[in-house]
T-cell receptor, first 112, second 113 residues
Framework: GESVGLHLPTLSVQEGDNSIINCAYS??????FIWYKQESGKGPQFIID?????DKRQGQRVTVLLNKTVKHLSLQIAATQPGDSAVYFC???????????FGQGTRLTINP | DAGVTQSPTHLIKTRGQQVTLRCSPK?????VSWYQQALGQGPQFIFQ???????QRGNFPDRFSGHQFPNYSSELNVNALLLGDSALYLC????????????FGSGTRLTVV
């Protein structure tokens, strides 16, 4: 079936530390993945994406890793800042479906 | 360049009533998808409109319907509202395929009492 789940619902890190948010997906036909950040009262904001023919992609302070063997996705945020506090979702697009399947989300809290 | 705009931002309705939510896609986008996000959950796909037709649908009852206009804007209609329909309704636009840029609006917060 379709499901995207997260290992941890909450994560607290110290400001300046690196954070890693994990995600498991179950559909081997998924060919595109996105990480979103959602702040209170706002819609999901695109952070970074990765296609299934890649295993790593880097952005500004963020890196996404994809392990298709174990159907695992992770988001690494370097040198976290207070503005990184939000709920983070991974989402998958099943090939040909053109819709996103979201997980429940992880709340990231940055401690000063 | 305006992003995805949704209206209204907040809405309170009574059980059994009907509601219409509106979405204007990002400039240059032609595809609109609607999602329902319950409190503490990830968004769930309702349906997608492309070329004024419903192209895909998620596991939502027929009480949920929609429309896309020639200018690509879209409406989501929900009939016979239930308390469980209370949620944040998100609109996302794209240029046909998800990989070509998928942008969300800020949503409409619907409360059914």
């Amino acid at each position: 079936g379709e499901s995207v789940g997260l290992h941890l619902p909450t994560l607290s890190v110290q400001e300046g530390d690196n954070s890693i948010i994990n995600c498991a997906y179950s559909n081997s036909a998924s060919d595109y993945f996105i990480w979103y950040k959602q702040e209170s009262g706002k819609g999901p904001q695109f952070i970074i994406d990765i296609r299934s023919n890649m295993d790593k992609r880097q952005g500004q302070r963020v890196t996404v890793l994809l392990n298709k063997t174990v159907k695992h996705l992770s988001l690494q945020i370097a040198a976290t800042q207070p503005g990184d506090s939000a709920v983070y979702f991974c989402a998958e697009n099943i090939q040909g479906a053109q819709k996103l399947v979201f997980g429940q989300g992880t709340r990231l809290t940055i401690n000063p | 360049d305006a992003g995805v705009t949704q209206s209204p931002t907040h809405l309170i309705k009574t059980r059994g009533q009907q509601v219409t939510l509106r979405c204007s896609p990002k400039s240059g986008h032609d595809t609109v998808s609607w999602y329902q996000q319950a409190l503490g959950q990830g968004p769930q796909f309702i349906f997608q409109y492309y070329e004024e037709e419903e192209r895909q649908r998620g596991n939502f009852p027929d009480r949920f319907s929609g429309h896309q206009f020639p200018n690509y804007s879209s409406e989501l209609n929900v009939n016979a509202l239930l308390l469980g329909d209370s949620a944040l309704y998100l609109c996302a636009s794209s240029l046909d395929r998800v990989e070509r840029g998928y942008t969300f609006g800020s949503g409409t917060r619907l409360t059914v009492v």
